[in-house]
């Protein structure tokens, strides 16, 4: 190796030989500085560096050798222990398992190493038992250790009963722990051996396990025999301790006497293998974490209640059916109050106290009063019988009946509202039934209220029963009871009492209904006397007296019908009837009238119709205040019923009249109706003065329309008590008609051979699926029924919408076929080129009381069949009551069969007989919705008379034909003048003839002198057939002497009377046929010369009603020829 250098020694770095070196650098360093020069010295070299060393290690050792025993022994003294958690479990008969938390403290610098030992605990001064501890390392500072499983051996049992007893007992308590132990040292790993180990410990104790917590204590498996006692605990463990298991415990349960105050056995209580495994700092168990957060134990133990002492007893269950906390004292059962024999002993003197939670249900958990006979006595005393249902609930379960008996009660009444009502004191109380488990009881109690504030609280809460359905009221205060069962026969006292109990109210006495009613008396200066009988229902249990009472009777707050007066007695959840007895006096305005609520009372009496009836009671004829004070001024509403009673009981209609314009109906009518007013009613005086109607028709169960007849005077006379008739006379308005319908009764009307049901009949409410009936319903929705003004005594009662179902039977009109119809006059009026028009006059009979008027009416004419045309009537006029109705109207002739129409006007004209026709009616004979279906069903017969018929008078067209003598340049034609009639209104123009002429061959003149013809030849004699035709003009209206159409010869006109527009000078001719020539018919025709030959005439004519052509086939017998 190189030498140093002196720059090296000197540079001021480290070198690796700066240890040994250090002290020659420090003398250099002194020389230098006292300035002198350095000496050069022997160099020191690693053999005296080695040398060094070993010898101070030896010096070491010898040192440590001496020093380190005392050392240890010093430091083991120092060293603290501290028990954290010690667990006791698995015990036997002498030994138990320890695990326990050590928690050692050392100032050593020197860890060691602790070698398994055994070490004995000692406890005043002797052993109660040896362990094994496990090796455990110790440094510097505070190590825990665990001990785990090391098995106690107990050497000596009296120190371990005292050790025991002091670890239950005591606060904290001290102990040795001692042995030897042997120990290494970790540095050089220096073992030492046998060294004495003596401790003292600290350890916290049990403190008697004073806080002993009672969670729940359950009765209820309790038998007839016995009160079984299930209990949760929660046991406060103060102590590092625990114990597991701590073994099948028991305890006997103590109380303190009432009496004498000495501690009497009430209760045996075990458990089966408990155990304390909460120490004081590990975490209560779940069960018990609301009484601390560490050191509690849960524990359940069972036994059962024993009565030592029946005074005792009954004080404890009194207690615990009070709701507070019960006190009492739990010691170790002797001997044995553990099953495991190391602990037994120090538990056998475990005395602590507790306390038992409260009955967490009380015994009375509801009452509902079944009955409560309220009996006033005086200001402030009311005598009371009630019977209360009692539900209770026994702590002791289902199956340990108690029996309940000798029961006495004072308790405080309070409102709901707690105020103070009265002290309830029983003076008896009869129980039925036994406590077991959840039970009804009833309690017969006969007793006292006493009340307070002069009753004026009371009155209240009666007030409120009587008004309302329900009222809350308080019970609060205790009972004595004696109780029988298990336990055997207790006295039980103060038991509390404390409910909120709904008392079922009189709901303001709702349920009053009336049962009879009426008006019997004359009426007097208090009114109208008036009876009547009432059901009160109460449906509350109260039943009280209430004695003699007034009320008033109303309709509304504004409208008093009168006062009368009763005895009342309500009796609980039953009707009670009373008769009342007054006057109804209603007050009338200055006019006489009622009010208008009083009308509506007495309308919706008669028409069968409940209404609301106030009833107050007025007063009471009492001199208790809270009896006044809680039943004066009640007001009850009660449904006062109608009665069923037809006022209009019949309903006749003499005559109506129905106007059928061309869209509506009008009616008038004249009726009567008898009156009938109800029984209750008979014998208050009336007269009906007016009357409306608002109602609505019905036939064949069909709602015709609504029907108003509107407010007018009527007619009312008396029949009976109760009974009379009305009369008037009115137009009837009808709305929202059911067209169809309505129809179809007219059509009934017009054809019934016998009466037609029509009804008045309040309304019944259409269907509403029909636009027609909708509005048939919203018409309906105004007022309805028979609404008359009634006088009375007590006023003018104006009644309104009384129901009304009265049928009228109106007679039918049979068709218009009685007697038929009469054609009394034809007349003509005009003509067209297609038709021909003739006024008529016609009458039949209408056997009905309804008078029909048609504004006009159009029928057919029909012949065999065929149509002649149609006849329109105007102003048609159906006269009622089998009345002859007279119609006229124009018949316009156009037959559809020329035929036919031409043979009938023939026969008319020429005819001596009535011609058949059938009038029919269609579906334009009028446009009147309502004869629809009746006329088209219409079929009448008539017959028309003939001309001859309809003027006798003038029975033929040609009264007389006048020849004039042939020239003699031709004998066989010969000009004729005819003298002619008309009795029609209308100019009747000849425009063709071509008849022929039959005489006579025998006639003679009756006593008369009228010429009568006995036979005609039967070939004619002449034909009046003229090739050029003169048009003849009949005249119109004619006298039935009639006029010429022509004449001849000089001043002819002045013999002759002339139709107007006649031809004078010159006739037309007939032609002779020489056929009939012969000497009789020569001298027959001489023979009558100065008398006139009558002929019979017979062939066809042409004449001209204006435009129109009427072909007839002419016939006519006695035509009169004579000799100009």
Known sequence: MAKPSADCLDDGQNSSLEPLLSPHREINDKVDAAGNSPRRLRRWTWKHTAVLGIGGIATALVVLAFSIRPLALRAIDTTKMDIQRMQLQFPRNDSVQLTTQLAITSDSPFGVTMHPAQLAIQFENATVGIFYTPAMDISKGTNVHTIANATLTVTNFQAWTKFAGAMVHSTNMTWTLSGEIDISLHLLSIPISNLPFTKTMGLGGMDGLRSLTVSKMDLSKSTETQVLAAIDTCLHNPSAVALTPVGSLCFDVFYRHPITNVSTFVGILTSINSSLPVSSTDASDAKCTAYGATGMNSMTLSGHIVSSDPEATSALISQYLSGNATHVQVGGCSPSASSISLYNAALRSLRLNSTLPPNPLPLIQDLAFASMDVVPQTDTIVGMHTVVKATTHSPLGNHSPLTLSSMTMAVELLSGDEERLGTFVTHRVDVTGNVSGTTNLTLACNASLHLFENGMPFGRFVRSLVQLRQTPIWVRGSFNVIATGALGTLR??????????????????????????????????????????????????????????????????????????????????????????????????DHGDLHPDVNAFFSRYISNEPSLLEIAITSINTTIPWVQQSLARTQVQTVFPGVAVDLISHLAMP???????????????????????????????????????????????????????????????????????????????????????????????????????????????????????????????????????????????????????????????DGLQLDGVNVTSVDIVSGTSDSLVLSMALTLWNPSQVTAILDSLSVQVWLNESLLGEAALANVSLACCHVMSALTGLFSFHPTNMTAGRAFLSRFVSGKAAQEVHIRGSNESNPNPFLRVALP????????????????????????????????????????????????????????????????????????????????????????????????????????????????????????????????????????????????????????????????????????????????????????????
């Open 937 to 1124: 069903k219409l079929q009448l017969t008539s017959a028309v008379p003939s001309l001859s018929q309809f003027f006798p008078h003038m029975p033929t067209l040609v009264s007389l034909s006048k020849m004039y003598k042939p020239s003699i340049w031709d004998l066989f034609t010969v000009a004729t003048a005819l003298k002619v009639r008309n009795p029609f209104g209308h100019a009747i123009n000849v425009t063709a003839t071509n008849l022929q002429l039959f005489p006579c061959a025998t006639q003679h003149k009756d006593a008369s002198g009228r010429l009568i013809c006995s036979k005609y030849y039967d070939v004619p004699l002449a034909r009046f057939n003229p090739k050029e035709f003169i048009a003849m003009v009949i005249p119109a209206a004619t006298t039935p002497e009639g006029c010429f159409t022509c004449c001849q010869g000089a001043k002819c006109w002045e013999a002759m009377p002339l139709c107007p527009g006649a031809t004078v000078g010159s006739c037309m001719k007939a032609k002779v046929d020489m056929s009939l020539w012969s000497f009789e018919m020569i001298k027959t025709l001489y023979a009558t010369m100065t008398t006139g030959l009558l002929m019979h005439v017979e062939g066809t004519l042409t004449a001209m009603i204006d435009a129109y052509p009427m072909e007839l086939d002419y016939v006519q017998d006695e035509l009169l020829v004579v000799m100009a």
């Open 655 to 813: 005559e109506m009249h129905i106007h059928f314009n061309a869209t509506a109906m009008i009616m008038h009518a004249r009726m009567q109706a008898r009156v009938a007013l109800p029984s209750a009613l008979a014998h208050l005086p009336i007269n009906i003065t007016h009357l409306e109607l608002s109602s609505q028709l019905v036939s064949n169960h069909n709602v015709l329309s609504h029907v108003v007849i509107p407010f007018q005077a009527v007619e009312y006379s008396p029949t009976g008590f109760g009974t009379g008739s009305v009369a008037f006379e009115s137009d009837i308005s009808l709305h929202a008609i059911d067209v169809a319908a309505m129809a179809q009764f007219v059509s009934r009307l017009m054809f019934a051979s016998g009466t037609v049901p029509l009804t008045i009949e309040s309304s019944r409410g259409p269907p509403a699926n029909d636009a027609q009936l909708d509005k048939m319903r919203h018409a309906m929705e105004r007022a309805d029924g028979v609404s008359p003004v009634v006088k009375t005594p007590m006023g003018r009662l104006a009644l309104s919408n009384l129901p009304v179902n009265a049928t009228l039977m109106l007679v039918g009109m």
């Open 492 to 589: 039980l006292t103060n038991v509390p009492v404390h409910v909120l109990s709904l008392v079922g109210g009189m709901a303001g006495l709702s349920n009053v209904s009336i049962v009879n009613f009426s008006l019997p008396g004359p009426h007097s200066s208090e009114g109208q006397q008036v009876t009547a009988v009432s059901d009160i229902w109460n449906p509350s249990a109260i039943a009280m007296d209430v004695g003699d009472v007034q009320l008033r009777l109303a309709v509304s707050t504004k409208s008093v019908l009168g006062f009368v007066a009763t005895h009342m007695t309500l009796e609980p959840q039953s009707t009670s009837r009373v008769h009342l007895d007054g006057h109804l006096n209603p007050a009338v305005d």
